[in-house]
């Protein structure tokens, strides 16, 4: 998953702006790559696997447990694994199986998301690049329009 933090930022030219519109800007630059990367991985996939992922990713637990009948043993598979020392436990919550059966899902049903993603967040920060100038006026508008409607302090 891409993930929008002040690296990525930084390679926008975005990193100086103050913190309040920083942390709206990464909202919304993250919705919006999760967004494309949905969109173009669901280019040719049948409506079953959209339905089976779409479950996975609600947690139902009627689709978790149908997928993970076609995988097998999952609490031996290396990805299981590392998910729970990732969260430094030794037995899994729905949550940990949630993110499991995603990944298991994504490399048997789209082996390429890696490269589409990485793809998409090129474009994306190229879009991002080209529109700067456009971005930090628009900011620096929103800015200026919050600071003209706050209260004026009343002295006695």
Known sequence: MIKVDERFLAEVGLQNLPEPQKEALVAEIQVELENRVGEKMSEGMTPEQLEEFDGIMRKDRNVMIRFLSKLGDYRQDEIYQKLLQKYNVTEGTLEI???YLSVKWIQLNRPDYAKVAQDIESEFK?????SHDEIIEVL???EAQEAATEPMPISV
């Open 97 to 99: 199986l949630g993110e």
């Open 126 to 130: 190229q879009e991002i690049i080209r």
């Open 140 to 142: 620096r508008q929103a």
